[in-house]
């Protein structure tokens, strides 16, 4: 699933990701984790044309500046659960807005069951925001 900065929660990002998010910019991290997300990417000794296109030259610079050290590769984490939280949103957004149950199961890849899990979590959520204004 294709993930957007903006939609991106940055206190669900594992440490390490905001670590370079606050050093390179959320967008390139962003990419960076779509790319390498789940593997090791090697720090070069100097920004390449592919990390450059990736990232754009003022991140990619910031990059190699503090990550690079000689052998420096970073372990990139997939960043599940804040993907997984843009997804949520998106289906609650989806069915909010006249989808169905079945719709979004096709188009998630999942059981209608699980949609209307996400559906019940976070009608949960607001009710647990609700009593907490009274």
Avoid: K
């Avoid at 997300?37 to 296109?53: K, Q, W």
Wanted: hydrophobic share 45%.
């Amino acid at each position: 699933m294709m993930v957007n900065s903006t939609d991106l929660e940055y206190d669900l990002l594992p440490e390490s990701v905001r670590e370079l998010a606050d050093t390179i910019g959320l967008e390139a991290a962003r990419r960076l984790v779509e790319a390498y997300g789940g593997r090791a990417f090697y720090v070069p000794r100097e920004v390449t044309p592919e990390l450059e296109g990736m990232l754009g030259a003022e991140a990619a610079q910031a990059l190699v500046d503090n990550y690079y050290s000689g052998s420096d590769r970073l372990n990139l984490p997939r960043c599940l659960a804040a993907i997984r939280a843009v997804e949520h949103r998106r289906i609650v957004a989806a069915f909010n807005s006249g989808a169905t149950a079945g719709e979004l199961a096709r188009e998630h890849g999942c059981t209608e069951r699980w949609i209307y899990r996400i559906l019940a979590a976070r009608r949960a959520e607001l009710a647990a925001c609700q009593s907490e204004l009274f």
